[in-house]
C-alpha cells in the first residue's frame, strides 16, 4: 500500500524506483521489484537512492 501511495503522491516512477531499490517483490502493485523486471530508468534511479 505503501508504494501505491507514494505513486500518488509523487509519480509511478518513483514508487518503482523505492520498489527496486527496496527490492519488494513478493506481490508487487509495479513490476519494478527485481533489476530483471525493472525499466533501465528505475534501476539507475534505485541505484542513486541507496548509494
Partial sequence: MALTLLA???DVPTAQAVQLAI???P???FD???PVE???ARREAALAMID
Avoid: R
Fill in 8 to 10: 500518488d503522491a509523487t
Fill in 23 to 25: 527490492e519488494y517483490d
Fill in 27 to 29: 506481490e508487487p502493485p
Fill in 32 to 34: 519494478a521489484g527485481s
Fill in 38 to 40: 525493472a525499466p533501465a
